[in-house]
Each structure stands twice: as C-alpha cells, then as structure tokens.
T-cell receptor, first 111, second 114 residues
Framework: SQQGEEDPQALSIQEGENATMNCSYK?????LQWYRQNSGRGLVHLIL?????REKHSGRLRVTLDTSKKSSSLLITASRAADTASYFC???????????FGTGTRLTVIP | EAGVAQSPRYKIIEKRQSVAFWCNPI?????LYWYQQILGQGPKLLIQ????????DSQLPKDRFSAERLKGVDSTLKIQPAKLEDSAVYLC???FGQGESPLHFGNGTRLTVT
C-alpha cells in the first residue's frame, strides 16, 4: 500500500507553541501534499512539495521532504486555537493519478 | 468560486437498504473523486473520474457500490445493499486536472447503517 502514516496520532500544545507532524510513506512519489480537516468538514489543501524539493514555506507552515527516508514533516509555527484540526499527508505514486492519504494527526491547540 | 456541493449531509438507513449520494464539483473541474472515510482514519479512494470516464475504481466494492458521472459534471454514488461496515463519511472531491492539482473537498455525507 502507498498509504502514508502520520506520527504522532495526536498532539496537544499550548497556543503560541510550534507543532510538528511527521509522515512516512512507502513508494516513490512525484509529490506530497498536506491537508487539514476540521471536525465534521471536508479536507482543505495546505501545501504541495515536489519530489525534487527539500523544503517549502507558506505563511506559518514549513514542510520538509526527505525522499531517501520516504518521510515528510509539517511544522506549524506560533500555533493558534483555530489550528485545531486533523492533518493528513497525501502521496501520489509515480505513474498513479490519484492520492493516497495517511492516517492523520489530530492537533489540539489549547488557548 | 463555489465549492464542492454534496447532499444529503446525513443519512441513517438499515442494513440491506440502498442509499445514494450526490456531488456537484467545482465548475470546470474535470477530475472527480469519491472517498470513504471511516471514523478515525484517513480518506480511502473509491473511484476517480476524468470527465465522464472512470480512471480508477480498483478499490470500489463493485458487488454493492456503483458510481456514475453523467455528462462529466455531477456524480452519484450508490450503495445497494448496505452493510454495517459501510458506516462512514463519503467525501466527494474535484480537481482541475491530475498530478499536482490540489483536491477540493465537499463537507461529505455521514452515513450510519443500523
């Protein structure tokens, strides 16, 4: 299976702290994407990193990708209560036309 | 732009009954996906359409699930007959293309099979 796995499964931090989530996957990829899901809602695309990129920034988000280790990390800096959600990584396999989602990290930011 | 629309929002049925879900993607998006998300898990792809053709339905339980996308726009997903293990949120997503195009998700239909 190409499905990624996030680590940790759950994370609880204080507002203002940084949150780091990790994703491991099994096969070669063209790109890796991170999505956020608020309770009872659909997923929202956050950021995409290509297989030839090592780091990417978007606002308070920083994503790294290590293709040799088949892993990625998502860092949210200066967290806010509104960042409380589940975060999923999604990978495409080379030659595949769809995304495989991981199991998710549930982030709770305490005000 | 208007988002991906799904209906109904919630559905409760008894096992062995049938149910249908509807999805209207973002205008101009050629690719449409149906995902199943069981509580506490990540979404699992059921079927992917490119316009009105099926790209991937390898994980669709075809003995009970069916999906169509007539005219390459709206799509319906049907389950007949439903089983208890079909209880999940069914998410529809669309994208402009494939590859690097981000997916835009609807809010899903929460199905409970009793």
């Amino acid at each position: 299976s190409q499905q990624g796995e996030e680590d940790p499964q759950a994370l609880s931090i204080q507002e203002g702290e940084n949150a780091t989530m990790n994703c491991s996957y099994k096969t070669s990829i063209n790109n890796l994407q991170w999505y956020r899901q608020n309770s009872g809602r659909g997923l929202v695309h956050l950021i995409l990193i290509r297989s030839n990129e090592r780091e990417k920034h978007s606002g308070r988000l920083r994503v790294t990708l290590d293709t040799s280790k088949k892993s990625s990390s998502l860092l949210i800096t200066a967290s806010r209560a509104a960042d409380t959600a589940s975060y999923f990584c999604a990978t495409d396999g080379t030659g595949a036309n769809n995304l495989f989602f991981g199991t998710g990290t549930r982030l709770t930011v305490i005000p | 732009e208007a988002g991906v629309a799904q209906s109904p929002r919630y559905k409760i049925i008894e096992k062995r009954q049938s149910v249908a879900f509807w999805c209207n993607p973002i205008s101009g998006h050629a690719t449409l996906y149906w995902y199943q998300q069981i509580l506490g898990q990540g979404p699992k792809l059921l079927i992917q359409f490119q316009n009105n053709g099926v790209v991937d339905d390898s994980q669709l339980p075809k003995d009970r699930f069916s999906a169509e996308r007539l005219k390459g726009v709206d799509s319906t997903l049907k389950i007949q007959p439903a089983k208890l293990e079909d209880s999940a949120v069914y998410l529809c997503a669309s994208s402009f293309g494939q590859g690097e195009s981000p997916l835009h998700f609807g809010n899903g239909t929460r199905l409970t099979v009793t």
